[in-house]
């Protein structure tokens, strides 16, 4: 079981067990099992944690799903989730998730599932050090403000009015 805090300051704890997956299945027609779905070839078929990856809003439903059973306690609606949920706290409820997925899986479905976590963490941790690098960079602060310069002197030029 694995908790986040929304921007609500709510706390949220994570269960996937079978009846999670049902209702995720039975709500939101996605099944959770096909996190880790191999192919004829048997390597891994990641399609729905890219989809999830580049769909927030299919994310926090998924994790809304997940919760349901205590929003339901507490009377929130998934559109009062969907509100409390952004930035930091996707990504801690995110974290929650996949790591409750990976738990939820028998080993072998668990090690290939943990290997492409951390394949995908070290990837993300490199592209943020890349962006840091990138923002610490004096040439994009000129780039920047040439670009600036230039759209301030091109709202300037307007043509004068036909009048």
Partial sequence: MKCFKDNQNRNWTIVVNVAAVKRVRSLLEINLLDVVKLDEKNRPNVDLLEQ???????????????????????????EDFGAAMGGDAIEHATTALLEELVDFFPEAKRLVLRKLMNAGE??????????????????????????????????????ASSE
Avoid: F, G, H, W
Wanted: glycine residues 0%; charged residues 35%; hydrophobic residues 35%.
């Fill in 52 to 78: 999830l990856a580049s769909d927030p809003v299919l994310l926090c439903d998924v994790i809304y799903c997940v919760c349901k059973p205590d929003a339901d306690a507490q009377n929130i609606s998934d």
């Fill in 122 to 159: 070290k990837v993300k941790l490199r592209m943020e050090k890349a962006l840091k690098l990138e923002l610490e960079n004096p040439e994009l602060d000129k780039e920047l403000e040439k670009q600036v310069k230039e759209y301030i002197a091109s709202s300037t030029s307007l043509p």
